[in-house]
């Protein structure tokens, strides 16, 4: 893992503002919000605050400090999330009945693992050994992932009450400013390389970068948007299976689909909920909290087709990583584009973008060694790729390369829609 040598203030700056950012997602909650678990899926807002810490606790602390007192060592089976090299954990269904530790409790576990990363970093002074920076970085950005579950867990577990209450306030000042048109925009093909190169931080499964032969196509200048994706319903996209890949077809008639996650029709219109409540449908919007089966049929009744992942990183490589990310505080899709002179808009946030993909390791890639080596390489089967972060990543988790991925029936992320074809 290569990242750049940073200064121990600098390191200990950055994970000071990192960690901090979860607590000030959390503090927005009641104690009784903290704990809930609505499916299987999602994880109560005070797991991930102490597994984000067991993270630091379990790879630095315990292994590279010998002076290092755990602050419970019962913690180190609750708070496991998959590492089976490390040893066994309580089961994932089942992180919603842990009562206990209180959320206090939460907060002293976080403050005692921080100031033993902080404690650690100043005994090294100038000198942090490069294994150590690599960890904390992985630390930190294993954190960013779990803000943005944290998030999207919040508003999953908010709609299944009946109040559906509010996580925060609506944040207006984006929602009036005008959009262009989506448009195809041509891209040359050839023989293209993809995957992560050059300084600063990158997964495992960005790597290594290597080439891929992409005939000439055609990428949307948008995400699709809400307007568009309601004449698919309207049109009985939902109720013809010609649109839907088999799997795709099994999961509407199992699971009774008619809409995207979240919306609801009512006889003054569409709604749909967000993590300001539930609000009017705004068709201009990016659609969002679709499944790769909804994406996949859409895209089908149009005439079009989702992009590879190689398509969609040799197009969107080179734009300025600009967008509606976590730190607008906005957690739902606006309608205003950046100001880039991109054809190609709103490619990063606002919502992930499900690529034709399917998520396996690129040539020569290797894993990581030790447990770290399940962090990404065990998940790589029967999952699909999503590109550019979402209005819930923060922005200096994304890059270009960045490999989201999930099964193709999930919807509680913030998973959207951008169109391709082949050029004729």
């Known amino acids: 893992m290569a990242i750049e040598h940073v200064a121990v203030e600098r390191l200990s700056e950055q994970f000071i503002k990192i960690r901090s950012l979860s607590e000030k997602l959390a503090s927005k909650l009641q104690n009784e919000d903290t704990m809930i678990q609505a499916m299987p899926d999602v994880s109560p807002p005070k797991w991930h605050l102490a597994h984000t810490t067991w993270f630091f606790e379990r790879f630095i602390l315990k292994e590279k400090n010998p002076s290092y007192v755990p602050f419970n060592p019962k913690f180190d089976y609750l708070f496991n999330s998959y590492y089976e090299t490390i040893g066994s954990y309580h089961p994932r269904h089942s992180r919603g009945v842990l009562s206990r530790?209180?959320?206090?409790?939460?907060?002293?576990?976080?403050?005692?693992?921080?100031?033993?990363?902080?404690?650690?970093?100043?005994?090294?002074?100038?000198?942090?050994?490069?294994?150590?920076?690599?960890?904390?970085?992985?630390?930190l950005q294993h954190e960013q992932q779990h803000q943005e579950l944290l998030l999207t867990d919040v508003k999953y577990n908010f709609s299944c009450n009946p109040l559906l209450p509010q996580y925060t306030e609506m944040v207006s000042a984006h929602q009036q400013e005008s959009q262009s048109q989506t448009s195809y925009v041509n891209i040359e093909g050839g023989l293209v390389e993809i995957g992560f190169t050059g300084t600063g931080f990158s997964f495992d499964n960005e790597r290594p970068r290597h080439k891929v032969w992409l005939n000439a196509y055609q990428l949307a200048s948008h995400p699709v948007r809400n307007g568009e994706y309601l004449s698919f319903i309207e049109a009985g996209g939902y109720d013809q299976p010609e649109h839907w890949l088999s799997d795709g077809w099994a999961a509407v008639k199992k699971e009774k689909w008619k809409h995207p996650l979240y919306w609801r029709k009512t006889e003054d219109g569409w709604y749909t909920f967000t993590l300001t409540g539930e609000k009017k449908l705004n068709l201009d919007e990016p659609v969002c909290h679709v499944s790769f089966y909804e994406a996949d049929a859409f895209a089908r009744w149009s005439g079009k087709r989702l992009p590879t992942e190689a398509e969609w990183e040799h197009a969107i490589g080179s734009i300025p990583l600009e967008g509606n990310f976590v730190e607008s505080e906005t957690y739902h899709p606006v309608v205003g584009e950046t100001h880039s002179k991109s054809p190609i808009k709103k490619a990063y946030g606002d919502v992930w973008e499900w690529t034709s993909s399917p998520y396996t390791s690129y040539p020569q890639s290797k894993p990581l060694e030790g447990a770290l080596g399940e962090y990404n390489a065990k998940f790589m089967c029967n999952q699909m790729v999503l590109r550019g972060g979402s209005c819930v990543t923060s922005r200096s988790h994304i890059r270009p390369t960045y490999r989201n991925f999930f099964q193709a029936d999930k919807r509680w992320q913030f998973s959207g829609i951008r169109l391709a074809e082949d050029q004729s």
Do not use: F
């Open 101 to 139: 530790p209180s959320m206090n409790e939460v907060y002293a576990y976080r403050a005692h693992v921080n100031e033993g990363i902080l404690s650690l970093l100043k005994e090294y002074g100038e000198h942090v050994p490069q294994e150590i920076e690599d960890l904390i970085e992985i630390g």
